[in-house]
Antibody, heavy 117, light 110 residues
Framework: EVQLLESGGDLLQPGGSLRLSCAASGFTFSKYGMSWVRQAPGKGLEWVSSISGSGTNTYYADSVKGRFTISRDNSKNTLYVQVNSLRAEDTAVYYC??????????WGQGTLVTVSS | QTVVTQEPSLSVSPGGTVTLTCGLTSGSVSTSYYPSWYQQTPGQAPRTLIYSTNTRSSGVPDRFSGSILGNRAALTITGAQADDESDYYCVLSMGSGIRVFGGGTKLTVL
């Protein structure tokens, strides 16, 4: 059974940093691209970033480019995103999702990041 | 900047049929955008319904179907049920690894 479990969400002040993690199980992690998708309170879903199975290729939404860094450790079956220079508008539930045929086929339950002074 | 558009809200009667659409502010949606559809109820993670335009995800009932209608991607629900009342999102693959969500459609079954 495919499982994705996010962790690392927290309450931080503007300008702060943190790293979110997504532990994957139930599939060959290195064979799949992965993504982060977020949802601000009461708002829609927003694609944030994706990474290829090998980790060679990374992609970012304009809203996070230069502040977020996606990475993965295939030996640990874990996806990460380092988020820096946090802004109030980064407040959201962050989901990790597996990429299959150019879509997201499995989702984690999300981790909440709150940015507030 | 191209924006992905969806109807903000739609309603359908129980047992009825409803079509949600996914378009672009500039240009037409085709299969080359690999449109996919997701269902989300409040407080829950999204659930994948349709990928690659018209392929149902595992376990999704066949009352959900995907297609291209004119210049938009479409999600049709046939024989709507009360638990279909949810938010529905489409995603388009814009190339170079970039994906864009539509703003979502709030579907009411009444």
């Amino acid at each position: 059974e495919v499982q994705l479990l996010e962790s690392g969400g927290d309450l931080l002040q503007p300008g702060g940093s943190l790293r979110l993690s997504c532990a994957a199980s139930g599939f060959t992690f290195s064979k799949y691209g992965m993504s982060w998708v977020r949802q601000a309170p009461g708002k829609g879903l927003e694609w944030v970033s994706s990474i290829s199975g090998s980790g060679t290729n990374t992609y970012y939404a304009d809203s996070v480019k230069g502040r977020f860094t996606i990475s993965r450790d295939n030996s640990k079956n874990t996806l990460y995103v380092q988020v820096n220079s946090l802004r109030a508008e980064d407040t959201a539930v962050y989901y990790c999702a597996r990429i299959h045929q150019d879509s997201f086929d499995y989702w984690g339950q999300g981790t909440l990041v709150t940015v507030s002074s | 900047q191209t924006v992905v558009t969806q109807e903000p809200s739609l309603s359908v009667s129980p047992g009825g049929t409803v079509t949600l659409t996914c378009g672009l502010t500039s240009g037409s949606v085709s299969t080359s955008y690999y449109p996919s559809w997701y269902q989300q109820t409040p407080g829950q993670a999204p659930r994948t319904l349709i990928y690659s335009t018209n392929t149902r995800s595992s376990g999704v009932p066949d009352r959900f179907s995907g297609s291209i209608l004119g210049n938009r991607a479409a999600l049709t629900i046939t024989g709507a049920q009360a638990d279909d009342e949810s938010d529905y999102y489409c995603v388009l693959s814009m190339g170079s690894g970039i994906r864009v969500f539509g703003g979502g459609t709030k579907l009411t079954v009444l």
